[in-house]
Structures are given as C-alpha cells and as structure tokens.
C-alpha cells in the first residue's frame, strides 16, 4: 500500500521568499512521485515528476524537488516565491510506473506581498 | 491541443437524486480516470479505464456508483442516489497510455448535495 502525508495544510511566505512544501511518502516498491498544482476552479496540472535517475528534478515555473530515499521525502523548493504561485500542491506517488496516482492531503500557498 | 473536457462545471442536486458527469479525454488517450476530491482533501480515483475496459474500480461505490467508457473514448460517470457526503469536485483524467505518462486533467464538476 502507498500514502502520501504532506505536512502543513496551509503555508505562507513573503513574495521573494524560499518557497519550501514538504512531503513525505510510503511505499513499499520503488515510488514514482510526482507534484500537482492547482489553481482555483482549475484541474491539476504537473509540475514535475520523479521517475528513475536523477533524485534532483526541476519542473516548472522555476520549481524544483529532491527525491530522498532514505528520508521518503519529495520536498517541493522555489527560490524565490511570486504572487502568482499562490495555489494548491499535491504530492502524489504510484507503484510500478502505473499512473494510479495516490495523492496527499495538498498544501494550500498564500504568497504575501 | 485540446485538453480534457468535462461538463457540467456546476451541478446542484438534492439528496437521493441522481446525477450524471460526462468526460471527454485527449484524443488519442487511452487511459481516462475519474477522482472524487472532497473539499479540503487531496483526488482520491474511483475508477480507471484501459480504453473500453475497466482497469482498477476498487475504490468506486458500486452500491451507487456507475461508471462506462462504451466505445473508449468518452465516458459518463454517475450516482444514483446521491448523498449529502458525495457532494465533491469530480475530477477527470486521461493519459496516453497507463503507463509513465502524464495524466492531463480537466477543470471538473463541483457537485452539490443538498
């Protein structure tokens, strides 16, 4: 079985702030991971994905992870925050490459200017 | 390219009533998904199609949850009767392939039970 527990249902930083949300998962095979964004009324749309290979990816709209396997983490990093990245995040993980996503509880950022 | 369509946006029903969802995937897209997401959580799937064949449906309600994909391409979602606790974003999704490819979501159907 996988879970996805994303820590801090709501986050909030300064405009041209670190942008960190955290995310933890379980699974007990290799986990593909990914990052969702979405904005209000809006589907999800793919930030960014880890499948195999490099554990640093970088997606977009300057967004960036760190596949940790040995803390089962896929923490979501931007530099620099902007008002217009003020949305939901969703960590979500699934088993053999298959794109049953599991997805967690979503972070909801609030950029103050 | 058109993305994933999804209609209607809104929908208000009245408990023990029913409700139906329409989705039309990418073309092309063999894979089409539908996710309930209950307001303040994250997408859960219900059920998952592999053209016109189901995939994965263990977490649909089949007491009253219905879903098809006759002729692999779009597919029709629906809930007979509705509950106060179905009131959710339906989401659907669809992928080339179901295997290591990005899912292209639509913007959803917000129901409303009252």
């Known amino acids: 079985a996988q879970s996805v527990t994303q820590l801090g249902s709501h986050v909030s930083v300064s405009e041209g702030a670190l942008v960190l949300l955290r995310c933890n998962y379980s699974s007990s095979v290799p986990p593909y991971l990914f990052w969702y964004v979405q904005y209000p009324n809006q589907g999800l749309q793919l930030l960014l994905k880890y499948t195999t290979g490099a554990t640093l990816v970088k997606g977009i709209n300057g967004f960036e992870a760190e596949f940790k396997k040995s803390e089962t983490s896929f923490h979501l990093t931007k530099p620099s925050a902007h008002m217009s990245d003020a949305a939901e995040y969703f960590c979500?993980?699934?088993?053999?490459?298959?794109?049953?996503?599991?997805f967690g509880g979503g972070t909801r950022l609030m950029v103050k200017p | 390219e058109a993305g994933v369509a999804q209609s209607p946006r809104y929908k208000i029903i009245e408990k023990r009533q029913s409700v139906a969802f329409w989705c039309n995937p990418i073309s092309g897209h063999a894979t089409l998904y539908w996710y309930q997401q209950i307001l303040g959580q994250g997408p859960k799937l219900l059920i998952q199609?592999?053209?016109?064949?189901?995939?994965?449906d263990s977490q649909l309600p089949k007491d009253r949850f219905s879903a098809e994909r006759l002729k692999g391409v779009d597919s029709t979602l629906k809930i007979q009767p509705a509950k106060l606790e179905d009131s959710a974003v339906y989401l659907c999704a669809s992928s080339l392939t179901s295997m290591n490819t990005e899912a292209f979501f639509g913007q959803g159907t917000r129901l409303t039970v009252v």
């Open positions: 199609f592999q053209n016109n064949g189901v995939v994965d």
């Open positions: 979500a993980v699934t088993r053999n490459a298959g794109n049953m996503l599991t």
